[in-house]
């Protein structure tokens, strides 16, 4: 059994940064690509960034296209988001998730393994 733990996350002014990270047990995790999503209250979960096995490739949601930043070490079987020039409408709870192959999807049915989320709130 996965089990990613998501920290980092907490209250930040708007045009404030913070990185959050996703922890990840398991001998596996290098072979698998990773994705992180959000949910803010009243609305659906929705893809935010992810990238592939390797860290190659990356794909981003447009709204956080030149502000977020995701990266992976393999080495501590661990995935980040840097996240700056942060938005009220960034508010959410952020979960990391792993996808069921190297890739990494914009549809969280791609992803079989999920974290307990991380709460982002951005204050104007």
């Known amino acids: 059994q996965v089990q990613l733990v998501e920290s980092g996350g907490g209250l930040v002014q708007a045009g404030g940064s913070l990185r959050l990270s996703c922890a990840a047990s398991?001998?596996?995790?290098?072979?698998?690509?990773m994705g992180w999503f959000r949910q803010a209250p009243g609305k659906e979960r929705e893809f935010v960034v992810g990238i592939s096995s390797g860290g190659i490739r990356t794909s981003y949601a447009d709204s956080v296209k030149g502000r977020f930043t995701i990266s992976r070490d393999n080495a501590k079987n661990t995935v980040y988001l840097q996240m700056n020039s942060l938005k009220p409408e960034d508010t959410a709870v952020y979960y990391c998730?792993?996808?069921?192959?190297?890739?990494?999807?914009?549809?969280?049915?791609?992803?079989?393994?999920w974290g307990q989320g991380t709460q982002v709130t951005v204050s104007s």
């Open positions: 998730a792993r996808s069921y192959y190297s890739g990494s999807d914009y549809t969280d049915k791609s992803y079989d393994f």
């Open positions: 398991g001998p596996t995790f290098s072979r698998y690509g």
